[in-house]
């Protein structure tokens, strides 16, 4: 199955199905845990704040819109940051997000994979994987220079891109 098919039969379900297109196959994804929920509802919150505070022409979403890896990938990571042109209305997906987010759960998926799908984007600047149970965050970011580096925090300050863009770790877990 391709993206294109893939987006074609989520629209045409009667109900919203969480899943995702791995390798053109549908897998779909566990119902969340209120741990979860929360902390993907704080992530959000806390992006939002962060763009609102630094004016930059971004916005922040939760779940449910579709980031194409290549034609038979696809993922929906919890949060994403889109930064540029406004979206349409109708968009199904979010083709060149600059942050993405993953909420780990006892359920999640290897997260290796997606850190390598997410980055094969030139668009995407930071992976943020951020563990509820420890109250922490790994962050991978690409450089200016293409250089890729790795960090974990249980608190402190992110910066992000685009610059000015900052948020409280803790503020992830509020």
């Keep these: 199955m391709t993206v294109d098919d893939y987006l074609a039969w989520a629209d045409s379900q009667s109900e919203k199905v969480r899943a995702e297109l791995i390798n053109g ?6 119902p969340e845990r209120v741990a979860h929920n929360r902390t993907k509802f704080s992530v959000a919150v806390a992006l939002r704040q962060a763009i609102k505070s630094a004016g930059v022409p971004c916005e922040a979403f939760t779940d449910g819109l579709t980031v194409p890896i ?5 993922y929906e990571p919890d949060v994403l940051v889109h930064c ?17 987010v993953e909420v780990i759960s006892p359920t999640s998926a290897d997260t290796s ?53 900052t948020v409280e770790v803790a503020d992830f877990f509020a």
């Design 70 to 74: 290549d034609p038979h990938t696809a």
């Design 25 to 30: 196959q549908i897998v779909p994804m566990a």
């Design 113 to 165: 994979a997606k850190l390598i799908g997410y980055f094969k984007l030139p668009s995407v600047r930071h992976y943020l994987v951020i563990d509820p149970e420890p109250r922490t965050v790994t962050h991978h970011r690409r450089g200016d220079d293409g250089a890729m580096s790795l960090q974990i925090l249980a608190s402190g300050t992110l910066q992000l891109d685009p610059s000015g863009l």
């Design 84 to 100: 540029g042109d406004r979206l349409s209305d109708a968009q199904m997906t979010a083709p060149a997000p600059i942050i993405v």
